[in-house]
């Protein structure tokens, strides 16, 4: 099992920046690719990046050219950089590992908030 901790959320004002971290703990060497999600009030999770083992990444084309996601294998840290950031990415974000286009294979963490006022 692996459990995910996310962090670094917070209020921004349209146009900033932000640092999200995912720490993974437990049996993460069974971990391939992690993904960040997001979760809109009233909407259903998205995906907005993945990044392999390899370190190959693919975005959401809602993200694409804003958002940077990373990790550092040493630590069991996935990162995602958000620029440009706008009202509409405003959400409760999560990692986790995906399973095919629409599934997880680990427990959901409680996610970071972030909201970006206009």
């Known amino acids: 099992q692996v459990q ?3 962090s670094g959320g917070g ?7 932000l640092r999200l971290s995912c720490a993974a703990s437990g049996s993460t060497r069974s971990i391939n690719a992690i993904g ?3 979760q809109a009030p009233g909407k259903q999770r998205e995906l907005v990046a993945t990044i392999t083992s390899g370190g190959s990444t693919n975005y959401a084309d809602s993200v694409k050219g804003r958002f940077t996601i990373s990790r550092d294998n040493a630590k069991n840290t996935v ?6 950031l706008k009202p509409e990415d405003t959400a409760v974000y999560y990692c986790n590992a ?3 286009n629409t599934l997880v294979l680990y427990q959901w963490g409680q996610g970071t908030q972030v909201t970006v006022s206009s």
Not at 79 to 84: A, D
């Open 98 to 100: 995906p399973l095919g």
């Open 11 to 17: 209020l921004v004002p349209a146009g900033g920046s």
């Open 36 to 38: 960040w999600y997001r």
């Open 79 to 84: 990162y995602l950089q958000m620029n440009s």
């Open 4 to 6: 995910f901790v996310e």
